[in-house]
């Protein structure tokens, strides 16, 4: 079994930066099996939406239109945890964000978060205007 535990969300201005991390806590063989890693994000009312994704092997990235250029994310497969850096953050960032891992070597990507097999617990980002 694989555990993924968030940090970093907060309040910040429009503007601002923020940084989250995801730690991945697990036995070797499970954390091995993790193929993809992404963040996603809810707002209230709105449905769950992929922000970005990473291979874990090769580190080759996606990004939801919404972020490009202003999100960046990254890994430290030695200390076994993701990160989302966020700049020049909007109001419309604003949601409870969740990291996903999954296992499986065919897919890793933002439009079929059921298709994810571990979620953290979600770390709220607020911005406002």
């Known amino acids: 079994q694989v555990q993924l535990v968030e940090s970093g969300g907060g309040s910040v201005q429009a503007g601002g930066s923020l940084r989250l991390s995801c730690a991945v806590f697990?036995?070797?063989?499970?954390?091995?099996?993790?193929?993809?890693m992404g963040w996603f994000r809810q707002a209230p009312g709105k449905e769950r939406e992929g922000v970005t994704a990473?291979?874990?092997?090769?580190?080759?990235?996606i990004y939801a239109d919404s972020v490009k250029g202003r999100f960046t994310i990254s890994q430290d497969n030695a200390k076994n945890t993701l990160y989302l850096q966020m700049n020049n953050l909007k109001p419309e960032d604003t949601a409870m964000y969740y990291c996903?891992?999954?296992?499986?070597?065919?897919?890793?990507?933002?439009?079929?978060?059921?298709?994810?097999?571990?979620w953290g617990q979600g770390t709220q980002v607020t911005v406002s205007s």
């Open positions: 697990g036995d070797t063989y499970s954390i091995w099996s993790i193929n993809c």
């Open positions: 996903a891992a999954r296992k499986g070597r065919d897919w890793c990507g933002l439009t079929r978060p059921q298709d994810y097999n571990y």
């Open positions: 990473i291979y874990s092997d090769s580190g080759s990235s």
